[in-house]
């Protein structure tokens, strides 16, 4: 009897027509991507690099969309549409599956106004910068940078050539030096996920 319970609460759980089932569908796909994803990338900087990228490139801002819509991750990623904040929000999620902390950072200009979303990382130490929607590679001395490195020494913007491409595509922002300053001005700091060590019932370290 035990048995039969059990295996109609499994089919239950697994039946697209069933929300519970459909959202730990949901979540073993995430994790089994996430754990993909993070497969041979053992530290946080190649973790976060590896993630970003194919954040970056399966989710892309779509005109007209509504940026404060509330889509989940998973139906995000199957869309292939979002914002920097959605962008954000997926790396985020499945960063912590492979073990990593993060939160979302509202950089903000001088009007007190945020044009751009960005991700931050912990390595143990300190908080590394990750732009998930320009997919910028942000570093000094070959290392990954936080925002008091980029305040400290602003060629790490100016000087980046992933930064002089965009301000090739688009002078009026990534080439005026006062949008730039996003990255070093006060921000906002607006939601922190916590690592989630636990890849499919064993932990993951690094």
Not at 9 to 21: M, Q, W
């Amino acid at each position: 009897m035990k048995i039969v319970l059990i295996t109609l609460l499994i089919c239950l759980l697994v039946s697209p027509a069933y929300p519970l089932g459909k959202k730990v569908e949901e979540e073993l796909y995430l994790r089994r991507l996430a754990d993909s994803l993070g497969s041979g990338n053992r530290t946080v900087e190649k973790a976060s690099r590896a993630v970003s990228e194919y954040v970056h490139n399966n989710m892309k801002s779509l005109t007209g969309e509504n940026p404060y819509e509330k889509i989940s991750v998973y139906k995000r990623l199957k869309l292939g549409i979002g914002w920097c904040n959605h962008q954000v929000e997926a790396f985020m999620l499945l960063i912590s599956y492979i073990g990593v902390s993060s939160r979302m950072v509202y950089l903000m200009d001088g009007k007190g106004n945020s044009p751009h979303t960005i991700a931050e990382v912990f390595d143990g130490e300190k908080w590394l910068v990750v732009d998930v929607g320009n997919d910028l590679k942000l570093r000094k001395d070959g290392k990954m940078v936080t925002r008091e490195d980029i305040r400290e020494d602003f060629t790490i913007l100016t000087e980046n050539e992933e930064v002089k491409h965009l301000a090739k595509i688009d002078p009026e922002h990534w080439g005026n030096e006062e949008y730039l300053r996003m990255f070093t001005n006060s921000a906002k700091i607006v939601k922190i996920r916590q690592e989630d060590r636990w890849k499919l019932g064993e932990r993951r370290r690094f």
